[in-house]
T-cell receptor, first 109, second 115 residues
Framework: RKEVEQDPGPFNVPEGATVAFNCTYS??????FFWYRQDCRKEPKLLMS???SGNEDGRFTAQLNRASQYISLLIRDSKLSDSATYLC??????????FGAGTRLFVKA | DAGVIQSPRHEVTEMGQEVTLRCKPI?????LFWYRQTMMRGLELLIY????????DSGMPEDRFSAKMPNASFSTLKIQPSEPRDSAVYFC?????????????FGPGTRLTVL
């Protein structure tokens, strides 16, 4: 089993739709969680950290469920510019950070 | 502020040749990571350094790969000899880790093609 697993997609949604991604992790001792975004032929960039209480940044909401060992990302009112690959990232303490394979999102007009 | 700088941005070489990729991390960051990304395997961590010291190189695929960080502002990833299966995008990232995993800032990557 992979340490971090994501549905690769692609998710094809119309503009204005709400879309959600889940990510599961295997190490129950994991401490820090992030969502990164990667545009085509570009480097990954931090989208948001994921806190135990959940957090929101504009149209984006991230949730953490420690009991079930998954994190989620919700995007409301999707824009064309949201089209990208979303990477789930888990840190188990110290220096080792594991990136998921990513979920591809296409938002269409 | 300058982000992570990588060079070259593109490299095309022939099988058997030596390839050297370069990275300048963000000033003040004490951790540096080398990743490789392919369609088949996604983003793979090759090696990471903390305070210029290699901490974990378990991701380095073979002895053909080596990495150095002679000082806080420079790192290299060398492949010798290169093979076609090494073709990938190689990213360098840096962070100021506090032990709980901080944001990693990625460079633009080096797209390597080995013919």
């Amino acid at each position: 089993r992979k340490e971090v697993e994501q549905d690769p997609g692609p998710f094809n949604v119309p503009e204005g739709a709400t879309v959600a991604f889940n990510c599961t992790y295997s190490n129950s001792a994991s401490q820090s969680f992030f969502w990164y975004r990667q545009d085509c032929r570009k480097e990954p960039k931090l989208l948001m950290s994921v806190y135990s209480s959940g957090n929101e940044d504009g149209r984006f909401t991230a949730q953490l469920n420690r009991a079930s060992q998954y994190i989620s990302l919700l995007i409301r009112d999707s824009k064309l510019s949201d089209s990208a690959t979303y990477l789930c990232v888990v840190n188990s303490g110290g220096f080792k950070t594991i990136f998921g394979a990513g979920t591809r999102l296409f938002v269409k007009a | 502020d300058a982000g992570v700088i990588q060079s070259p941005r593109h490299e095309v070489t022939e099988m058997g040749q030596e390839v050297t990729l370069r990275c300048k991390p963000i000033s003040g960051h004490n951790s540096l990571f080398w990743y490789r990304q392919t369609m088949m395997r996604g983003l793979e961590l090759l090696i990471y350094f903390n305070n210029n010291v290699p901490i974990d190189d378990s991701g380095m695929p073979e002895d053909r790969f080596s990495a150095k960080m002679p000082n806080a502002s420079f790192s290299t990833l060398k492949i010798q000899p290169s093979e076609p299966r090494d073709s990938a995008v190689y990213f360098c990232a840096s962070s100021s880790l506090s032990g709980r995993g901080d944001t990693q800032y990625f460079g633009p990557g080096t797209r390597l093609t080995v013919l």
